[in-house]
């Protein structure tokens, strides 16, 4: 399994402050000794992630509250599969049920979008890659999402790896002068340089960065870029980028890039359609 964020627990603490207020008023018309059981049930078919987020929900609210799982993250679901039983005191699991669920359902959905681009490209050697569009506040979750998904992270945010776009480029004169830079400025950081045609291709291989991402090639200038890279001894890994669809996708990872980076993962996200059916018992 992918490595859990560091901040998933102020994630969780956020999410359930914008929520609680004041308090559950609802919830307190409940009688304290009130008991519940339940499961929570995915409506569609999908990829599961997000299960320590709905933990850590319930964990914060009251540790007596079970949940007892039926899936892994990363796991393939079916339409009316159950995600997880749960049991505890009423009053805490009807307070936590929309957080958690509001995470289980955007994480899902983004590690269900990236098994899809994945398993389009799947035998052509290319990787799936996200990017910095992210939901603010929940990035290093939705980027373990993606990487339950099968896909791959892009940089974390502008502190791990260098990206030279047109505006760096115009500031600092050239293409050349920018990676130069970037060398000077930020040893040991991967840099990677944006180009838009073929001729700027040629002057940044020259300046041999890490990686250069190829944004809105045509697949015949895809294709040329590969073999560019190929004839100067592949000095630079390079990444497809702009308007990939999961229709174009796996020929775009044809022309022999080593990556696709898809901003859909993480922004045009459709949550999975998930629901917690709940039972009360005794006290």
């Given at each position: 399994m992918p490595e859990l964020p560091a901040n998933l627990g102020g994630q969780v603490e956020a999410a359930l402050r914008e929520d609680l207020g004041s308090?559950?008023?609802t919830a307190a018309l409940v009688p304290a000794a009130q008991q519940v059981r339940g499961a929570a049930v995915t409506r569609e078919g999908g990829i599961?992630?997000?299960?320590?987020?709905?933990?850590?929900?319930?964990?914060?609210?009251?540790?007596?509250?079970?949940?007892?799982?039926?899936?892994?993250?990363?796991?393939?679901?079916?339409?009316?599969?159950?995600?997880f039983d749960i049991s505890?005191?009423?009053?805490?699991?009807?307070?936590?049920?929309?957080?958690?669920?509001?995470?289980?359902q955007l994480l899902s959905a983004t590690a269900t979008v990236t098994r899809s681009f994945v398993d389009a490209v799947a035998g052509t050697g290319?990787?799936?890659?996200?990017?910095?569009k992210t939901l603010p506040g929940l990035r290093s979750a939705q980027k373990y999402a993606v990487r339950c998904g099968g896909g791959d992270n892009h940089r974390m945010g502008l502190y791990d790896r260098v990206l030279i776009k047109e505006n760096h480029i115009a500031a600092a004169g050239s293409i050349t002068a920018a990676i130069a830079a970037a060398r000077s400025s930020a040893p040991g950081i991967t840099v990677e340089v944006e180009v838009e045609s073929l001729t700027e291709l040629e002057e940044a291989l020259s300046a041999k960065p890490d990686v250069v991402m190829l944004d809105e090639f045509s697949l015949q200038d895809l294709?040329?870029?590969?073999?560019?890279?190929?004839?100067?001894?592949r000095h630079a890994k390079l990444e497809a980028s702009g308007s990939v669809t999961l229709e174009s996708v796996r020929a775009i990872a044809a022309t022999g890039v080593d990556y696709v980076s898809v901003g859909s993962l993480t922004k045009h996200v459709r949550a999975l359609d998930l629901s917690m059916r709940l039972s009360f018992g005794g006290s």
């Amino acid at each position: 399994m992918p490595e859990l964020p560091a901040n998933l627990g102020g994630q969780v603490e956020a999410a359930l402050r914008e929520d609680l207020g004041s308090g559950d008023v609802t919830a307190a018309l409940v009688p304290a000794a009130q008991q519940v059981r339940g499961a929570a049930v995915t409506r569609e078919g999908g990829i599961l992630c997000g299960r320590a987020w709905a933990d850590e929900t319930f964990r914060r609210l009251d540790g007596r509250v079970r949940l007892d799982w039926h899936a892994d993250d990363g796991a393939r679901l079916e339409p009316a599969q159950i995600l997880f039983d749960i049991s505890g005191p009423a009053r805490a699991v009807l307070t936590g049920e929309r957080t958690a669920l509001n995470f289980l359902q955007l994480l899902s959905a983004t590690a269900t979008v990236t098994r899809s681009f994945v398993d389009a490209v799947a035998g052509t050697g290319c990787r799936i890659l996200d990017t910095r569009k992210t939901l603010p506040g929940l990035r290093s979750a939705q980027k373990y999402a993606v990487r339950c998904g099968g896909g791959d992270n892009h940089r974390m945010g502008l502190y791990d790896r260098v990206l030279i776009k047109e505006n760096h480029i115009a500031a600092a004169g050239s293409i050349t002068a920018a990676i130069a830079a970037a060398r000077s400025s930020a040893p040991g950081i991967t840099v990677e340089v944006e180009v838009e045609s073929l001729t700027e291709l040629e002057e940044a291989l020259s300046a041999k960065p890490d990686v250069v991402m190829l944004d809105e090639f045509s697949l015949q200038d895809l294709q040329a870029a590969v073999t560019v890279n190929r004839a100067r001894g592949r000095h630079a890994k390079l990444e497809a980028s702009g308007s990939v669809t999961l229709e174009s996708v796996r020929a775009i990872a044809a022309t022999g890039v080593d990556y696709v980076s898809v901003g859909s993962l993480t922004k045009h996200v459709r949550a999975l359609d998930l629901s917690m059916r709940l039972s009360f018992g005794g006290s």
